[in-house]
Protein backbone atom coordinates (compact mmCIF):
# COMPACT_ATOMS: atom_id res chain seq x y z
CA UNK A 1 0.00 0.00 0.00
CA UNK A 2 2.99 2.40 0.96
CA UNK A 3 4.76 2.08 -2.51
CA UNK A 4 1.69 2.20 -4.73
CA UNK A 5 -0.54 4.71 -2.52
CA UNK A 6 -4.30 4.68 -1.67
CA UNK A 7 -5.99 4.27 -5.12
CA UNK A 8 -9.18 4.59 -3.29
CA UNK A 9 -8.61 8.00 -3.20
CA UNK A 10 -9.06 8.38 -7.41
CA UNK A 11 -12.73 7.91 -8.46
CA UNK A 12 -11.93 4.77 -10.84
CA UNK A 13 -12.63 6.46 -14.15
CA UNK A 14 -10.27 9.34 -13.41
CA UNK A 15 -7.17 6.95 -12.82
CA UNK A 16 -4.68 6.83 -15.70
CA UNK A 17 -2.24 4.13 -16.48
CA UNK A 18 -0.06 4.01 -19.14
CA UNK A 19 3.58 4.77 -19.79
CA UNK A 20 4.27 7.81 -17.46
CA UNK A 21 1.16 7.26 -15.13
CA UNK A 22 3.05 7.12 -11.89
CA UNK A 23 3.99 10.55 -12.11
CA UNK A 24 0.55 11.66 -12.73
CA UNK A 25 -0.88 9.32 -9.92
CA UNK A 26 1.47 9.78 -7.00
CA UNK A 27 -0.48 13.12 -6.12
CA UNK A 28 -3.10 11.86 -5.61
CA UNK A 29 -2.71 8.26 -3.86
CA UNK A 30 0.10 9.48 -1.82
CA UNK A 31 -1.99 12.15 0.49
CA UNK A 32 -1.64 13.03 3.79
CA UNK A 33 -2.67 15.60 6.02
CA UNK A 34 0.97 15.93 7.25
CA UNK A 35 1.25 17.82 3.59
CA UNK A 36 -0.74 20.33 3.39
CA UNK A 37 -0.55 22.32 -0.06
CA UNK A 38 -2.42 25.50 -1.58
CA UNK A 39 -5.82 24.16 -1.70
CA UNK A 40 -6.18 20.86 0.00
CA UNK A 41 -5.49 20.65 3.75
CA UNK A 42 -3.80 17.29 2.75
CA UNK A 43 -7.24 14.99 2.41
CA UNK A 44 -6.84 15.04 -1.21
CA UNK A 45 -4.14 15.77 -3.88
CA UNK A 46 -3.80 18.21 -6.22
CA UNK A 47 -1.38 17.85 -9.17
CA UNK A 48 0.31 21.17 -9.42
CA UNK A 49 2.01 22.54 -12.46
CA UNK A 50 3.72 25.34 -14.03
CA UNK A 51 3.25 26.94 -17.32
CA UNK A 52 6.59 27.64 -17.60
CA UNK A 53 10.08 25.98 -16.66
CA UNK A 54 10.82 29.18 -14.32
CA UNK A 55 7.09 29.23 -12.61
CA UNK A 56 7.46 25.23 -11.71
CA UNK A 57 11.16 25.68 -10.58
CA UNK A 58 10.25 28.77 -7.82
CA UNK A 59 7.10 27.15 -6.78
CA UNK A 60 9.03 23.55 -5.95
CA UNK A 61 12.06 25.63 -4.73
CA UNK A 62 9.75 27.48 -1.78
CA UNK A 63 7.95 24.21 -1.14
CA UNK A 64 11.44 22.20 -0.79
CA UNK A 65 12.74 25.16 1.20
CA UNK A 66 10.02 25.16 3.60
CA UNK A 67 10.27 21.45 4.17
CA UNK A 68 14.06 21.48 4.90
CA UNK A 69 13.80 24.59 7.48
CA UNK A 70 10.98 22.55 9.57
CA UNK A 71 13.17 18.95 9.40
CA UNK A 72 16.47 21.59 10.50
CA UNK A 73 18.67 19.86 7.39
CA UNK A 74 22.33 20.97 7.39
CA UNK A 75 23.35 23.08 4.27
CA UNK A 76 24.37 21.17 1.00
CA UNK A 77 23.20 19.53 -1.73
CA UNK A 78 19.60 18.04 -0.69
CA UNK A 79 17.59 16.25 -3.19
CA UNK A 80 17.25 15.62 -6.79
CA UNK A 81 14.18 16.65 -8.25
CA UNK A 82 12.64 16.10 -12.31
CA UNK A 83 11.14 18.50 -14.76
CA UNK A 84 8.10 16.62 -15.88
CA UNK A 85 6.32 18.08 -19.05
CA UNK A 86 2.47 17.26 -19.38
CA UNK A 87 -0.31 18.30 -21.18
CA UNK A 88 -3.31 19.89 -19.38
CA UNK A 89 -6.75 19.73 -20.96
CA UNK A 90 -9.86 20.32 -18.34
CA UNK A 91 -12.61 22.51 -17.01
CA UNK A 92 -10.47 24.70 -14.71
CA UNK A 93 -12.15 27.39 -12.67
CA UNK A 94 -9.39 30.76 -13.93
CA UNK A 95 -8.10 32.86 -10.73
CA UNK A 96 -6.15 34.90 -12.70
CA UNK A 97 -7.04 38.80 -13.58
CA UNK A 98 -7.79 41.00 -10.84
CA UNK A 99 -11.19 40.01 -9.20
CA UNK A 100 -12.47 40.53 -5.88
CA UNK A 101 -11.89 38.32 -3.07
CA UNK A 102 -8.86 36.05 -5.46
CA UNK A 103 -6.57 38.48 -2.95
CA UNK A 104 -7.21 36.06 -0.19
CA UNK A 105 -6.62 32.82 -1.87
CA UNK A 106 -3.28 34.09 -3.23
CA UNK A 107 -1.97 34.77 -0.19
CA UNK A 108 1.67 33.36 -0.13
CA UNK A 109 2.31 31.84 3.00
CA UNK A 110 -1.49 31.50 4.34
CA UNK A 111 -3.31 28.59 2.63
CA UNK A 112 -6.82 28.78 4.90
CA UNK A 113 -8.66 30.32 2.31
CA UNK A 114 -7.21 28.79 -0.65
CA UNK A 115 -7.92 25.28 1.41
CA UNK A 116 -11.15 26.51 1.64
CA UNK A 117 -11.54 27.45 -1.83
CA UNK A 118 -9.99 24.01 -3.02
CA UNK A 119 -12.78 21.51 -0.97
CA UNK A 120 -15.32 23.73 -1.92
CA UNK A 121 -14.61 23.56 -5.78
CA UNK A 122 -13.44 19.87 -5.30
CA UNK A 123 -16.41 18.75 -3.76
CA UNK A 124 -18.66 20.78 -6.91
CA UNK A 125 -18.22 19.86 -10.01
CA UNK A 126 -14.75 21.53 -10.47
CA UNK A 127 -11.53 19.75 -12.20
CA UNK A 128 -9.08 22.27 -11.03
CA UNK A 129 -7.91 25.89 -11.35
CA UNK A 130 -5.44 28.13 -13.45
CA UNK A 131 -4.28 30.61 -11.18
CA UNK A 132 -1.00 33.29 -10.84
CA UNK A 133 1.86 31.73 -9.26
CA UNK A 134 2.85 34.11 -5.91
CA UNK A 135 6.67 32.89 -6.53
CA UNK A 136 7.14 34.19 -10.24
CA UNK A 137 5.48 37.70 -11.09
CA UNK A 138 3.70 36.66 -14.18
CA UNK A 139 4.15 33.38 -14.11
CA UNK A 140 0.70 30.95 -14.14
CA UNK A 141 0.60 27.61 -12.37
CA UNK A 142 -2.74 24.86 -12.49
CA UNK A 143 -3.79 22.86 -9.60
CA UNK A 144 -5.61 19.73 -10.95
CA UNK A 145 -8.14 17.85 -8.57
CA UNK A 146 -8.18 14.83 -11.42
CA UNK A 147 -5.22 12.57 -13.12
CA UNK A 148 -6.91 12.87 -16.29
CA UNK A 149 -7.03 16.08 -16.74
CA UNK A 150 -2.98 15.80 -17.40
CA UNK A 151 -1.65 13.56 -20.67
CA UNK A 152 1.24 12.96 -22.12
CA UNK A 153 4.21 13.33 -19.42
CA UNK A 154 7.65 13.16 -20.08
CA UNK A 155 10.73 13.56 -18.01
CA UNK A 156 12.74 16.48 -18.87
CA UNK A 157 15.47 17.84 -16.76
CA UNK A 158 17.19 16.00 -13.11
CA UNK A 159 17.66 19.34 -11.27
CA UNK A 160 19.47 19.03 -8.13
CA UNK A 161 19.10 21.92 -5.41
CA UNK A 162 21.14 23.36 -2.92
CA UNK A 163 20.29 24.31 0.49
CA UNK A 164 22.06 27.12 2.67
CA UNK A 165 20.90 26.44 6.04
CA UNK A 166 18.19 29.10 5.51
CA UNK A 167 16.62 28.85 1.70
CA UNK A 168 17.09 26.73 -1.55
CA UNK A 169 20.24 29.15 -2.73
CA UNK A 170 21.43 27.20 -6.01
CA UNK A 171 19.97 24.17 -8.79
CA UNK A 172 22.18 22.12 -10.86
CA UNK A 173 21.27 20.23 -14.03
CA UNK A 174 23.39 16.91 -12.98
CA UNK A 175 24.01 16.43 -16.67
CA UNK A 176 25.71 18.81 -17.32
CA UNK A 177 27.17 19.77 -14.07
CA UNK A 178 25.70 23.36 -14.80
CA UNK A 179 25.10 25.33 -11.38
CA UNK A 180 22.30 28.48 -11.37
CA UNK A 181 22.14 30.75 -8.78
CA UNK A 182 18.10 31.35 -7.60
CA UNK A 183 17.09 34.69 -6.52
Same mark, same amino acid.
Not at 36 to 55: K, M, N, Q
Not at 87 to 102: A, Q, S
Not at 162 to 172: A, K, S
Given at each position: ?? =? +????????FGRRVG?? $???? @???? #?????? *??????????? $????????? !???????VHHHAR?????? !? &??????? #??? +?? @?? +??? /??????? !???? #???????DDYGES??? $?? @??????? !? %????? =???? &? %????????????? =??????? /???? /?? *?????? @?????????? #?? +? $?
Amino acid at each position: ME =S +IGNLDLVPFGRRVGGV $GATW @LMAP #FVHVSA *DRPSRFSRGLF $GVLYAGREF !ETALLETVHHHARFMARTK !E &PPGWTSQ #FRE +IV @LD +IDG /HLHDLRG !ERPG #FAAVLVPDDYGESQAL $GE @LLRDGTS !E %GLVYP =SVRN &P %GGECAGLFYPDLA =SNPRQGR /HLDY /HW *DGTRVD @LFREPESGSV #FR +I $G
